[in-house]
């Protein structure tokens, strides 16, 4: 695919595949595409040319809600979350495309509506469960540490009950400790919740750990790919990405 703004391309035909039930990541400098992929894949941007399956649907011209309602969620590099409403609360919110019932229902609290509230509730205590946010689901998300934050950016993610999961820099800004427990988090969504992953990060030594398969962009066109092993030995991303010649 290819993405032009003006006259800048920001990708430059590109051509990738993401591999069902594997942690796939996308590594390059910093400006060489990655979120931009990413706001692709997710329905922020459309494409100039080129097209992206999901499956057997079409994603080239779908929007946001259409993406995500197909199996695709995303947690983004910058916090999309409300501050002011607890853990349960924002994970409770990203579940209301779950809640089909009509006005009636919702007026009477009975039949339908109590029973989809009951099953979401259940859902959402899974993935708090899950992530290991026990402690903090009465607490307002704004009064929690950034590390905590991100794992709840993560969580509101997984309560989608996505087939593929996009990751946009879940590590970024955090100790080593909160990466430590990220990594395993990524780790068990992708062998227990059976998630494929797509991983954009800029930690190398995380990257070359956890993947099944890398992409490296640069300058908005992908320069290679491969195993970790057969990336790491490639001239060009040590050129780009290292720095080394």
């Not at 494929?196 to 995380?206: A, I, R």
């Amino acid at each position: 695919m290819t993405l032009i703004f003006g006259g800048l391309y920001a990708l430059t035909d590109v051509n990738l595949t993401i591999r069902p039930g594997l942690i796939t990541s996308i590594i390059g400098p910093n400006g060489a595409g990655k979120t931009s992929l990413l706001n692709c894949i997710s329905g922020f941007y459309h494409p100039t040319r080129g097209k992206i399956h999901f499956g057997e649907r079409a994603l080239t011209h779908a929007a946001p809600h259409q993406v995500s309602s197909w199996g695709i969620a995303r947690a983004f590099q910058n916090l999309e979350l409300f501050k002011g409403l607890t853990v349960l609360d924002n994970l409770m919110l990203a579940r209301h495309r779950n809640l089909r019932y009509s006005l009636w229902h919702a007026l009477i609290y009975w039949g339908k509506a109590s029973r989809l509230e009951a099953e979401n509730r259940a859902f959402v205590e899974e993935i708090i469960d899950f992530m290991e946010l026990e402690p903090h689901r009465k607490h307002p998300v704004g009064s929690l540490s950034y590390g905590v934050q991100k794992r709840v950016e993560v969580a509101r993610a997984l309560t989608m009950a996505p087939q593929l999961l996009l990751l946009d820099e879940p590590m970024a800004g955090m100790n080593i400790e909160e990466k430590e427990d990220m990594v395993r988090f990524i780790l068990d969504i992708q062998k227990e919740r059976r998630i494929t992953v797509v991983l954009v990060e800029h930690d190398l030594g995380v990257v070359m750990d956890i993947s099944d398969h890398i992409y490296v962009l640069d300058f908005g066109q992908l320069i290679g790919s491969g195993r970790p092993d057969e990336v790491a030995r490639d001239p060009k991303v040590i050129e780009a990405y290292i720095g080394e010649k």
